[in-house]
């Protein structure tokens, strides 16, 4: 039968609007505890990412990308809410000890924070779902227990995430995670949940979904398979010989080399991960159709926990307040929008990513929701800009991994840090000074003036919670503190960090100093 070039015209007309009234999907990858330059493509020599550099590569990569806060919790709750950690409430990691729980010898008690995410926000994955959109999450949630679990807040289907940071048993199964069953004895949890990722995906590749996938990598406890471990021994055996791995900066020892074997297996563990979940909508055909987001929820560890890689030329790691705590890994690939393997220099946060994924998808804003969100969507495409604005964090306790109770505002290049201990302020210019080195807060301060008005409004209009005096603080065993570092930590540190470089694999279960196993920790 002759067809008429009137109706194939018609019938291509057609075809172009269902395609582009399809439905992108979205995956939505997070690391926890993954520095900014722990990638190779962000200019990492040791770790290997060649999945998470092909985001990158694909998208627009966020050069000056920010985490919500310098710790986990808070963070987690400013992607799914759009709002600041200090407008919800969660402005620490989830089991932090406060009140008459606190033990510590500081000058301040920690604020109280909130230990679940609010009901009363409508969370990106309700958003998603109430927009037809099927709704999945795995790995670490760290947003509350029992009520307040992902299916509570719009995810269909929950593997692996409950209350607590760290992984149930590590990172080898058997697992102890009680919302997930346990693998064949030595999974690897990272391969399970990008897995598990891909399983949704193949399952669901007809219809719309919001996938989120949530790594408990590279948090502690640090662990590595055997060949991974000899893999990247070798590759750090061969580096240059390093005489000073830590520096004392104020509070705490800071690494800073990356060469830890242990740590750069679990990076490329999650990276393979990654490339499961990504095979996935390959082999699906779906790769022109979805929205793919790469981020970590805070600073790579450089001191406390782990002290396991090194966030240079950041200052600091997580949970402090330089830029090491704060500046993460930030990709944004959406078929259409950008050109691929572009970068922007433009300040983005985490409430961000709320907006713009709706945006990107089509869907309408929710301004009564993101309010500390903007859609960076004009960015990406290059045709324009986003309104001028500065980017808050108010943290009131104190991180185990040096971190002090302070408020931060950036506006443009000029970053003001106020220290909630005594009220002290410094400044810094961020791109001339990417590792905040110079303070200029003597020399401007009709500058520190105005950014501090700006950040104490803020806080006040967040209704912000802050840390009280502690009548306990003991100011002798403090300073007390303070030598032993210097004079027994850093020593034992040095020392333990050469040896572990020479020692002997010790298995799946072992791990290196500062980890916790217990799933207690940050």
């Given at each position: 039968m002759k067809i008429s070039p009137r109706y194939l015209v018609f019938f291509a007309l057609l075809s172009s609007v269902v395609t582009a009234s399809a439905k992108p999907n979205v995956l939505f990858i997070l690391a926890d505890d993954l520095g900014w330059r722990d990638l190779s493509v962000e200019g990492s020599t040791f770790y290997e990412t060649p999945h998470i550099d092909r985001i990158a590569g694909s998208g627009v990569r966020f050069t000056r990308g920010y985490a919500g806060c310098q710790v986990c919790s808070p963070?987690?709750?400013?992607?799914m809410t759009g709002k600041a950690p200090a407008r919800v409430g969660i402005t620490d990691w989830i089991g932090a000890k406060q009140g008459v729980d606190w033990?510590?010898?500081?000058?301040?008690?920690?604020?109280?924070?909130?230990?679940?995410l609010p009901h009363k926000d409508v969370s990106m994955a309700e958003a998603f779902n109430e927009a037809g959109y099927r709704t999945f999450f795995a790995g670490k949630w760290h947003l509350g227990g029992e009520g307040s679990y992902p299916e509570d807040h719009g995810f269909e289907i929950n593997i692996g995430g409950h209350e607590k940071g760290s992984p149930p048993g590590g990172y080898f199964a058997p697992y102890t995670n009680p919302r997930m069953t346990s693998g064949p004895d030595g999974e690897a949890l990272p391969l399970?949940?990008?897995?598990?990722t891909a399983d949704f995906i193949d399952s669901h590749a007809k219809e719309p979904f919001f996938a989120y996938l949530s790594f408990y990598q590279v948090h502690g406890p640090i662990q590595s398979t055997k060949e991974l471990w000899?893999?990247?021994?070798?590759?750090a055996q061969s580096h240059e010989p390093v005489s000073n791995r830590f520096i004392v900066d104020r509070t705490s020892p800071v690494r800073q080399v990356q060469d830890h074997p242990v740590y750069a297996s679990m990076v490329e563990a999650m990276d393979d991960g990654v490339g499961l979940a990504l095979a996935a909508l390959e082999r699906n055909g779906l790769l022109d159709n979805t929205i793919i987001v790469f981020t970590s929820d805070n600073g790579g560890v450089s001191a406390g926990d782990g002290k396991a890689t090194s966030n240079l030329p950041l200052r600091g790691g997580k949970g402090r307040q330089w830029e090491g705590g704060l500046r993460e890994p930030y990709f944004i690939a959406a078929p259409g929008v950008?050109?691929?393997?572009?970068?922007?220099?433009?300040?983005?946060?985490?409430?961000d990513f709320y907006p713009t994924l709706l945006d990107l998808a089509g869907l309408p804003a929710r301004p009564?929701?993101?309010?500390?969100?903007?859609?960076?969507?004009?960015?990406?495409d290059e045709s324009g800009s986003i309104p001028d604005r500065a980017l808050y964090w108010h943290y009131p306790h104190y991180g185990n991994q040096g971190g002090e109770p302070s408020g931060v505002i950036l506006h443009k290049d000029w970053k003001l840090i106020r220290y909630y201990e005594d009220g002290r302020e410094e400044l810094y210019h961020v791109t001339r000074d990417i590792g905040e080195q110079n303070d200029l807060a003597a020399e401007?301060?009709?500058?520190?003036?105005?950014?501090?008005?700006?950040l104490s409004k803020w806080l006040h209009e967040t209704d912000a919670r802050m840390p009280d005096i502690n009548p306990h603080f003991d100011p002798v065993a403090y300073e007390r503190e303070k030598k032993h570092i210097r004079n027994v930590e850093m020593p034992k540190l040095e020392r333990l960090a050469a040896e572990f470089l020479e020692s002997d694999f010790v298995g799946t279960d072992g791990t290196w100093w500062g980890s916790n196993p217990s799933g207690e920790s940050d």
């Open positions: 963070s987690r709750a400013a992607i033990k510590r010898n500081t000058k301040l008690l920690p604020a109280y924070y909130e230990h679940h399970r949940l990008g897995q598990e000899a893999k990247y021994q070798k590759k950008g050109t691929p393997g572009t970068t922007s220099a433009v300040p983005a946060i985490h409430m009564e929701q993101h309010v500390d969100g903007v859609s960076l969507v004009s960015v990406m401007q301060s009709k500058r520190v003036a105005a950014l501090g008005n700006r």
